[in-house]
């Protein structure tokens, strides 16, 4: 059974570091600014102020998404854990900083195996109480690779679209084994396949609020 998406006006993306959103989601940020043009992203990263992946990652996110706000932390790469507090505290003060509420949040999921990426899952829950949480997957060495519960099918274009803009803006990572276009397109087409979609990026879902028809 599908559902549509619709009337969505802000979108909140968020990444433990500088490549994970457009990793993790970037062909979906792609299908949501193809079907919502005027629609408002605002990033967020806890690590990579102040070096060099702060620029391919500002690059970048313009490129999936002309227009986007993006905040970008200085917390300390893979060591985020023993910072919680200082993570805690930033996270807050940019969901307190939006101008409008969030439709959707999108961010690592909860059982990812990198110790950045799950508390930053663990941390949304706590800051965006009432929006969808929908969590995102990335290829890496650790096999963990979750049960995706949402699936998000996107077209030819859009999965190569991602693949070339990651290539493009991201020359610092393409040295690592699952930095490429087999990797990228792989995944989505297992995704697809599985969702009766020739490509799609699959997501971890934990509460799904649906209302049937309209509500006062």
């Not at 990198?114 to 969808?132: K, Y």
Request: hydrophobic residues 45%; aromatic residues 8%; contains cysteine.
């Amino acid at each position: 059974m599908s559902l549509e998406l619709s009337g969505l006006r802000h979108v909140v993306v968020a990444g433990a570091h500088c490549d994970d959103i457009a990793i993790g989601c970037g062909a979906t940020l792609l299908a949501i600014r193809e079907a919502f043009p005027q629609v408002t992203v605002s990033a967020f990263v806890l690590t990579g102020a102040g070096t060099p992946r702060e620029a391919e990652e500002r690059a970048a996110l313009e490129a999936f998404c002309p227009g986007v706000s993006v905040t970008i932390e200085d917390l300390p790469d893979a060591r985020t854990p023993a910072h919680w507090s200082a993570a805690k505290q930033t996270l807050g003060m940019f969901a307190r900083s939006l101008t409008a509420a969030a439709d959707l949040v999108i961010g690592p999921h909860a059982t990812d195996a990198h110790q950045d990426h799950r508390l930053l899952a663990e941390l949304l829950v706590t800051e965006f109480r009432t929006q969808p949480i929908w969590g995102y997957e990335i290829l890496k060495y650790e096999s963990d690779l979750p049960h995706v519960t949402t699936y998000i099918p996107v077209s030819d274009a859009q999965a190569r679209a991602k693949s070339a803009l990651l290539h493009q803006h991201y020359p610092s990572q393409t040295g690592h084994a699952w930095f490429d276009e087999e990797a990228f397109l792989g995944l989505m087409r297992v995704r697809g396949a599985q969702c009766n979609a020739r490509y799609a990026e699959g997501f971890v879902v934990a509460k799904s609020v649906i209302e049937i028809g309209e509500h006062s």
